[in-house]
């Protein structure tokens, strides 16, 4: 059976279409044809797949053929049962006739004939020529087609229809579109069950000698091909795919050795998409094909089935997959094929795939299958790079691929291609192996920049050199240790191409210009890699015969292009897919091509975007590999921003990443730049490097309005101290966000050493609220920088590249605004008046240092600091205070826990400096301060002995006080308080009559209160009288003197009584002498109290010293009330009760009750002066208030003085008072004696306005 | 022979990387383990496409090239391991069983109280017990 298969291949190119036989009995097929032929393809046909499910196929393709035509006649019936695929699917058998006999005697034994054979499907179509105006004729061919269905349809089935010529009814065409798919259908069901059935048995023999793999192939292929066919390509893929099985496993059975294939010219060049590219014929191998071309073979077909069915999304993953396995298959007969004869072809396949699939690609996939094919592309591109490389490499372009991870992973562990033997320099190549030598010398191996030294990443598996040597046949054992030391000498490594050590070189190029060229290249000597590289070049010219693969390997040149468009094409698939990371990595190889060419602004974009990936993910390995060259280029660009940047993130990379020497190189870059002009100064960020926290421990508190200094830890990444011109540092109010930010600065320059540094900033005077640690922001050089990141007390950990979290512990609290300190007078009790006396002041910081705090003292009026004397200063212990207060006593006691602290302290310009010991702790001034009060003390009648007198003395006797405390760090805390200090005289003195006697005298009862919290004592008191009054028994005024000293306890009293009488000799006394209107009581006295408790003797005087105080009271003495000259009555109201706005008089009797001439005021005549004194607001006098009434000096006589007013105001008022202000109130008897009240009701309400006009 | 074994943190980040080539190449496995996270984000991101279910850690094969080929394990912290292989013909079950050996090793690591989760692994007895692992792994020796 196989040699049908020439035969059979001939006839798959031939038939694509189904066949449909036209049996044209009556020569109807000319005026048929077009008809019929319009029908295809069929719009829409109801198939049976395999699995005998229904299946729509649409524009189903057909083709009518004659039976009498050459194609249908000339078959052999074995070729027809062979290739019944290609056989017709239906027969349509075409008739006419009008007569009914003949169609009884002739047409119907004809058409029996015709469709006995059962094999056949078959259908029958009347074709009636009659006109429809035809009466007769068209009654004819209904007679004869009803007679064709009675003989010709059966129950099951309807095999007939008819066709009018004149006049087609639509509902033929159904009917026949839909007879000549059930004739399809049936026969494809027959036809694919014959097959399956064939194949089955096929099948069953597989493990028999006599299996044939061609046979089951040529009929597996067949049903194939007829469901292809019958467009059920879903079926045709899955035969092929069976089929493939089925090769593998035949393949793979071991036993016979057959060819592989691969050897033929072209073979290097895939023929995934060309399923012809060779006849099958010519890869039969025995009873099979050989491997490769039939396995690319039935991949063709494959990938033509997936194309129809409009899955090109399946064609690249097959591909792939397809590529990557038989790429392994070919590694498998490697030894077999021409050199490197499976790069080359990888190559192809991977273009060929990725070059038909991009073309019929819709891009209406659904995204998941858009990403997929993309990523698909990319693998493919990837891998064909791959190869390319590999290529480049073995012919020496190696020295100009980048090192990197991506190349290296890729190259580095792919093996050598491992020919039987390696390919031999060709002869008279010694050119070309100049040429490459020189290649190899001129390339410089690329610096890297900053000086970086790193051990190169390896593109090769194993040494070229030694593999090439190793696999050359003629090299013997001992050849081997030759090589290695030979290799040694080299000082070539791995990468032993790359650097020749200079003498090596020499004797080289000696050898080569020596005349004994080919002597030189003698079989037992090693190949140099110059010469593997042009001995790989020259096997690859012969292998290679795609001329844009050659061109591409010819010069480095186009190398390169070709390795930038494959890359191009890997990265841009990878960045359409999922792999992102795979197109980055790539986007890095291209920018190292673009930056050896100096397309350094392409370069720089593409590093960014890879130094962006490994730097956001942290993989800085890989960073520390790649951000050189973009910062280099930067350097190039002249892009200072980004270059610093670069700089900066080089810096910041983890320790093990650069050696020390390198990361001085970056901080010198940075310094040069930053001290160099730059035309735009650019702000850097440099949190990954410098980063900052405040210290550890609790924050640093601040009361309001306090500047203060913040420690604040910086910790760098440089690895050389830094100098930075200027730091600062901004806080967040973390209550008060809409605050804004504040700064502090430090103002002078730092130089931060590497690692930890303590850097203190000022803070000034912030609001209250606590505080966070911002932005660090400060100078170097002309460079801004900026540093967000906050260390956690250690140094920045680098590959915790996530934790930007901002730190929530504060750094600074400033307190809310509240009593720093507190001044309050030490004594509550009076001090003495006109004395000097100690001031004591309690100065009580609250939780707040008062060092080098100032207290300026103003006095008020009426009260001086004495300068001349110096201030004490003591400590107030307030544990003390409780003691005594326990004791019921409210000494403030001293204590002398400070024996060496200054005591005393000196006013200047009304200020006071407090001492360093003081600043803390609460403490007591003591000023002595002198109050004047120019009054004299008066002494209080017992009769009117209200306090109001007293009260009125107090207060006379305060005085205030200004104080104003300067603290804080800065003095800028200020406190004031004005302290009211009260002052009083020692005592006050009421007076009294204690008796009057019948002689005349009068014992004068002074009654002494002590006003202090002190013991007074007295130990003296005399009394000047006032004229009018002496002294009984003419003595000096003074008591008993062994009364004396009087003791008085404080808040007590004592009582002095004094023996007086009236003088009546006084009046005779000369009129011009100076008369003394008061009495004076004299009182010498001493005090004994303590400061802190209140009065106390003088600061003037010294302690225990035996000085005695003198006192002085003025006391009225008043003649005897019983003695008036005048009296004044007010006469009742007339009426019982006033109201308002009621007109009523007030009247006062005035009568005299003594003559005249006892007054010794009264100045003339027979008249006296008088004034009413009235409430404005109450009263509204009507007429004069003042005047002269008359009255006669003679004694009973009497006046009447009467004043019109009303009360303006209703309720218990006052009434007006008439004064005589001529007369001395000693010598006024009033009645009623005190001030009284008057009821005064509201007015009457008057009716009248009230009455409705 | 196992190339290189990693442990790379939920944020892709790399927590340990060990190369057992002995050749100073480690820079190329960093690409390699690299490159390999594209694969297991498009499996978690794309459960449907992904022949294994992620109900299971072991990822499977990420990515098999001509020349090595990396498999993948997926913690439920979405840690990943990762180990590249040189060797073509492993078999699952001993690259499974490997992997319960590295992730328990890397459990015990992490559980070490002075280590900073999310940071690099650098302790010496887990690289220690790695590279036993490492050592200890040849195909067919867990079943």
């Not at chain 1, 032929?37 to 004659?66: D, G, H, M």
Request: one cysteine or more; charged letters at 25%.
């Amino acid at each position: 059976m196989a040699n049908y298969l020439a035969q059979f291949q001939a006839i798959k190119n031939t038939s694509d279409r189904l066949v449909v036989a036209v049996e044209d009995v009556s020569d109807l097929w000319p005026s048929v044809k077009e008809g019929l032929e319009k029908r295809l393809p069929l719009k829409k046909a109801s198939l049976n797949n395999k699995t005998r499910n229904p299946v729509y196929v649409e524009n189903l393709q057909a083709e009518f053929i004659l039976t009498t035509d050459s194609r249908l006649r000339s078959r052999f019936p074995q070729e027809q049962y062979l290739f019944w695929f290609r056989e017709p699917y239906a027969t349509i058998v075409l008739v006419s006739c009008e007569d009914l006999d003949e169609f009884k005697t002739i047409l119907k034994p004809r058409l029996k004939l015709i469709v006995q054979n059962e094999e056949r499907e078959w259908f029958i179509v009347f074709v009636s020529k009659a006109h429809p105006n035809n009466d007769q004729a068209t009654k004819n061919a209904k007679k004869v087609y009803a007679r064709l269905e009675v003989d010709f349809n059966t129950r099951k089935r309807e095999r007939c229809c008819k066709l009018d010529l004149n006049g087609v009814d639509a509902s033929f065409w159904e009917d026949f579109d839909f007879k000549i798919v059930e004739s399809i259908r049936n026969t494809l069901d027959r036809r694919a069950q014959f097959y399956e059935e064939e194949i089955r048995k096929m099948s069953e023999q597989r493990l028999m000698p006599v299996w044939n793999f061609c046979n089951f192939f040529i009929l597996k292929e067949s049903l194939a091909f007829m469901f292809e066919m019958a467009h059920l390509h879903e079926d045709s893929l899955r035969e092929y795919d069976e089929l493939e099985l089925c090769y593998i496993e035949t393949v793979s059975t071991p036993g016979k050795q057959r060819d592989f294939g691969g050897l033929e010219h072209g073979d290097d060049q895939a023929a995934l998409l060309k399923p012809g590219f060779k006849p099958l014929s010519q890869i039969v191998q025995d009873d099979s094909f050989r491997e490769f071309e039939f396995r690319q073979y039935l991949f063709a077909r494959q990938v033509k089935l997936l194309f129809r069915l409009g899955r090109p999304l399946e064609v690249v993953m097959r591909g792939y997959s397809f590529i990557i396995s038989f790429s392994k298959t070919l590694a498998l007969h490697e030894n077999t094929l021409p050199f490197c004869l499976r790069e080359v072809w990888v190559i192809s396949a991977c273009l060929a795939i990725i070059s038909s699939t991009s073309s019929t690609y819709d891009g209406l996939a659904a995204p998941d299958n858009e990403k997929e094919f993309y990523r698909l592309h990319g693998d493919l591109y990837s891998l064909c790079r791959i190869k390319f490389m590999r290529l480049a490499y073995l012919i020496g372009y190696g020295v100009e691929i980048e090192k990197s991870p991506v190349n290296s992973a890729s190259l580095s562990m792919l093996p050598w291609p491992k020919p039987s033997i390696w390919p031999a320099v060709p002869e008279d190549a010694s050119a070309k192996v100049l040429a490459k030598e020189k290649l190899i010398l001129q390339a410089n191996p690329r610096m890297k920049h900053f000086n970086i030294q790193r051990k190169q990443l390896p593109l090769e598996p194993s040494s070229l050199l030694r593999e090439a040597n190793r696999r050359r046949a003629s090299l013997s054992v001992g050849n081997l240790s030759e090589l290695i030391d030979y290799r040694q000498i080299d000082g070539s490594g791995i990468d032993g191409h790359q650097k020749f050590s200079p003498s090596t070189t020499n004797s080289m190029s000696r050898t080569y210009s020596g005349p004994n060229l080919e002597s030189s290249l003698s079989l037992d000597r090693p190949m140099r890699i110059s010469e593997v590289h042009v001995a790989a070049e020259h096997a690859l010219e012969n292998t290679v015969t795609d001329p844009d693969l050659l061109k591409s390997l010819s010069s480095l040149e186009e190398f390169e292009q070709k390795y930038m468009e494959l890359t191009k094409g890997a990265a841009d698939n990878y960045h359409h897919s999922w792999w992102k990371r795979h197109g980055v990595a790539l986007d890095g190889e291209i920018a190292a091509l673009c930056f050896k060419h100096g397309n350094y602004d392409l370069a720089a974009k593409s590093y960014e975007k890879v130094c962006a990936l490994y730097a956001g993910e942290g993989w800085q390995d890989l960073l520390a590999e790649v951000l050189p060259n973009l910062a280099e280029c930067q350097k190039i660009l002249n892009d200072q921003a980004g270059y610093l940047s670069s700089c900066v993130r080089l810096l910041s990379l983890e320790d093990g990443l650069f050696l020390a020497k390198e990361r001085q190189a970056f901080q010198l870059e940075v310094v040069r730049l930053a001290h160099s002009e730059m035309k735009h100064p650019v702000p850097l960020d440099v949190s990954s490097l410098i980063t900052f926290s405040g210290n550890p421990g609790p924050p640093l508190q601040l009361c309001d309005g306090d500047p203060g200094t913040l420690p604040v830890t910086v910790w760098s990444g440089f690895p050389d101290d830094i100098t930075l011109e200027s730091l600062s540092l901004t806080l967040t109010n973390t209550l008060n966000t809409d605050e804004g930010v504040k700064t502090i600065k430090s103002s002078d320059a730092h130089i931060l050493k590497p690692g930890r540094n303590v850097i203190k900033l000022d803070v000034p005077p912030q609001k209250p609220g606590s505080y966070v640690l911002g932005v660090l922001t400060g100078q170097i050089g002309n460079l801004r920088f900026r540093s967000h990141n906050f260390s956690k007390g250690g140094p920045q950990d680098n590959d915790d590249f996530m934790s930007y979290e901002k730190p929530t512990r504060p750094v600074l609290k400033v307190l809310k605004p509240r009593t720093l300190v507190d001044i309050s007078a030490a004594v509550s009790s009076a001090l003495l008046m006109n004395e000097l006396q100690w001031l004591g002041l309690i100065v009580k910081p609250i939780d707040y240092s008062l060092k080098g705090s100032l207290l300026s003292i103003d006095t008020g009026p009426g009260l001086m600091i004495d300068e001349s004397h110096t201030i004490d200063i003591n400590e107030y212990a307030k544990t003390m205070e409780d003691k005594v207060h326990a004791h019921d006593s409210n000494t403030i006691t001293e204590n002398n826990t400070h024996p060496l602290e200054p005591k005393q302290l000196y006013i200047e310009n009304g200020k006071i400096a407090l001492p360093d010991w003081a600043s803390d702790t609460s403490t007591t001034l003591w000023f002595p301060v002198h109050a004047i009060d120019d009054r004299m003390a008066r002494a209080a009648s017992a009769v009117s002995c209200a306090d109001s007198p007293h009260r009125q003395n107090m207060v006379d006797g305060m005085r205030t006080i200004a104080l104003k405390l300067e603290f804080g760090a800065f003095r800028n805390q200020i406190f004031e308080r004005t302290i009211a200090v009260h002052f009083t005289d020692p005592f006050y003195v009421t007076t009294r009559v204690a008796n009057k006697c019948n002689d005349g005298t009068l014992l004068l009862q002074a009654t002494i209160h002590s006003q202090v919290k002190a013991t007074l004592c007295l130990y003296d008191a005399w009394l000047d009288l006032q004229a009018g009054f002496v002294h009984v028994r003419k003595e000096n005024g003074r008591p008993v003197s062994s009364f004396f000293p009087l003791v008085i306890s404080p808040s007590s009293t004592a009582g002095i009584l004094f023996s007086i009488c009236i003088d009546n000799m006084a009046i005779a006394a000369d009129q011009n002498e100076v008369v003394q209107a008061e009495s004076i009581l004299n009182v010498m006295y001493g005090i004994s109290g303590d400061r802190s408790n209140g009065a106390h003797s003088p600061t003037s005087l010294k302690l225990g010293s035996s000085d005695k105080l003198f006192f002085k009271v003025a006391i009225a003495l008043q003649r005897p009330i019983l003695d008036p000259c005048i009296a004044v009555g007010f006469v009742p109201f007339s009426s019982n009760c006033l109201r308002v706005g009621q007109l009523i008089n007030m009247k006062w009797r005035v009568e005299r009750l003594k003559d005249l001439e006892a007054s010794p005021s009264s100045s003339c005549k027979d008249e006296v002066l008088y004034e009413v004194d009235a409430n404005p607001e109450i009263w509204m006098i009507a007429g004069r208030t003042m005047g002269h009434a008359l009255l006669s000096n003679a004694r009973g006589s009497r006046t009447e003085i009467t004043v019109t007013c009303m009360p303006l105001v209703s309720g218990h008022v006052r009434p007006p008072q008439l004064g005589l202000p001529a007369m001395d109130d000693a010598n006024i008897s009033c009645n009623p004696p005190g001030p009284h009240l008057v009821c005064v009701l509201p007015p009457t309400l008057s009716s009248s306005y009230c009455i409705p006009a | 022979m196992i190339a290189c074994v990693a442990v790379v943190g939920h944020q892709n980040n790399p927590l340990y990387l060990q190369s057992f080539t002995g050749a100073d190449d480690a820079l190329k496995l960093h690409h390699i383990v690299h490159c390999s996270l594209d694969v297991i984000d498009e499996r978690v991101n794309n459960p449907k496409r992904s022949v294994i279910t992620l109900n299971e850690s072991y990822l499977g094969l990420l990515y098999p090239t001509e020349s090595y080929k990396v498999y993948g394990y997926l913690s439920n912290t979405k840690v990943k391991f990762l180990v590249v292989t040189t060797d073509l013909d492993v078999k699952d079950t001993d690259i499974r069983s490997f992997f319960r050996r590295f992730h328990a090793a890397y459990v015990d690591a992490v559980s070490n109280p002075f280590h900073v989760p999310g940071k690099k692994i650098i302790s010496r007895i887990f690289a220690a017990r790695v590279s036993g692992i490492v050592k200890a792994f040849a195909p067919g020796t867990y079943g």
